[in-house]
T-cell receptor, first 115, second 110 residues
C-alpha cells in the first residue's frame, strides 16, 4: 500500500512567486492534514480536511495560503505570493478515522525555499 | 510557555544503553500523546501512543504518562545505532489535531 505522497519534494522560488504543493493521502483516508515546520521551530498544524470539507483551518497563517481538496482525494496547498518567511517543510498527513487508537501517517514533506 | 516542550538534545547514548526522552505539556494540550521518530529528510513515523496514566510498553519502547505532572516520557531500551533520529512528542486534540514539541535528537554511538 502506498503511503502519503507529496510533490514536489523540493522547490526553490523567488519572493512574490506562486507555488502549489500537492498531497496524495493513503487511499481511503477521509482525513487529510497539512502541517508546516519552519526553520528552528516545531511542526505546526495548518488545517484539516474531512473528505472535501475543511474541518479546521485555524492554523493557516494568512490569506496567501489556499488549500483545496476537490473530490475528497488529493489536496493542494497554494502559496501566493510567497514570502521569505514561508520557507520550511510542508508535511501532509492522513488518517482513516478520528479518535483514540487512530494512526496519522505523514508524508516526507515538501521543502520550500523562498529566496 | 510552549504547549509541548522537549529538550532539543542531542542526547548521546552508547549502544545497548537506555535512552530516556522527556516531554512536558501545558493545560492547553489534550490528554492523548504520541511519540514520532523522524530520520533526517524522512516522514515522522508513529512509534508509540499513550492515552492514560501509567506505562505502555511496545518492544524496546516504553511510554509513560503522568497527567498530574503534565509529563510524558519515552524510554528506548537496548539502544541501537538505527535508533539515531529525532524523536517528536505530540499532544492530540479533537479531530486528531496534533501539537508537536520541537523534537529531541538522539545519537546512539556504537
Amino acid at each position: 500500500e502506498a503511503g502519503v505522497t507529496q510533490f514536489p519534494s523540493h522547490s526553490v522560488i523567488e519572493k512574490g512567486q506562486t507555488v502549489t504543493l500537492r498531497c496524495d493521502p493513503i487511499s481511503g483516508h477521509d482525513n487529510l492534514y497539512w502541517y508546516r515546520r519552519v526553520m528552528g521551530k516545531e511542526i505546526k498544524f495548518l488545517l484539516h480536511f474531512v473528505k472535501e470539507s475543511k474541518q479546521d483551518e485555524s492554523g493557516m497563517p494568512n490569506n496567501r495560503f489556499l488549500a483545496e481538496r476537490t473530490g475528497g482525494t488529493y489536496s493542494t496547498l497554494k502559496v501566493q505570493p510567497a514570502e521569505l518567511e514561508d520557507s520550511g517543510v510542508y508535511f501532509c498527513a492522513s488518517s482513516h478515522i478520528l479518535g483514540d487508537g487512530n494512526t496519522i501517517y505523514f508524508g516526507e514533506g515538501s521543502w520550500l525555499t523562498v529566496v | 510557555q510552549k504547549e509541548v516542550e522537549q529538550n532539543s538534545g542531542p542526547l548521546s547514548v552508547p549502544e545497548g544503553a537506555i535512552a530516556s526522552l522527556n516531554c512536558t505539556y501545558s493545560d492547553r494540550v489534550s490528554q492523548s500523546f504520541f511519540w514520532y521518530r523522524q530520520y533526517s529528510g524522512k516522514s515522522p513515523e508513529l512509534i508509540m501512543s499513550i492515552y492514560s496514566n501509567g506505562d505502555k510498553e511496545d518492544g524496546r519502547f516504553t511510554a509513560q504518562l503522568n497527567k498530574a505532572s503534565q509529563y510524558v516520557s519515552l524510554l528506548i531500551r537496548d539502544s541501537q545505532p538505527s535508533d539515531s533520529a529525532t524523536y517528536l512528542c505530540a499532544g492530540g486534540a479533537a479531530g486528531n489535531k496534533l501539537t508537536f514539541g520541537g523534537g529531541t535528537r538522539v545519537l546512539v554511538k556504537p
